[in-house]
């Protein structure tokens, strides 16, 4: 199973980016799935994730508000939308699949940077 996000890259303060995670080799529509990110010296923190079959999306800590989860079952991939960026959403974005397991025993991507500075 292999998990390859893109989008990442620079942006202004204020300004918004889609990221977009794709998934090969294993049953997506069956996953949990989410995207986390991290900084240097810094746990790794959830941002949003969305069910399998009910398409539930949930947020947390800084991103509530300004990002958006969601997921196409079709072409197995789930976007990241996030708008109103700040500096301090600079951080490494990964998005992940659930086995069941807790996540970090899922699949992971690796990862696309997001920097946010004018």
């Known amino acids: 199973v292999r998990l390859v996000e893109s989008g990442g890259g620079l942006v202004q303060p204020g300004g918004s980016l889609l990221l977009a995670c794709t998934i090969s080799?294993?049953?997506?529509?069956?996953?949990?799935m989410g995207w986390f990110r991290q900084t240097p010296g810094k746990e790794r923190e959830f941002v949003a994730t969305?069910?399998?079959?009910?398409?539930?999306?949930f947020y947390f800590g800084a991103a509530k508000g300004r990002a958006r989860i969601s997921r196409d079952n079709v072409n197995g991939t789930i976007y990241l939308q996030m708008s109103n960026l700040r500096p301090e959403d600079t951080a490494m974005y990964f998005c992940?699949?659930?086995?069941?397991?807790?996540?970090?025993?899922?699949?992971w991507g690796q990862g696309t940077q997001v920097t946010v500075s004018s």
């Open positions: 992940a699949a659930d086995l069941g397991i807790g996540w970090t025993n899922g699949y």
């Open positions: 080799g294993g049953p997506f529509e069956y996953l949990d």
């Open positions: 969305i069910r399998r079959t009910s398409g539930s999306t």
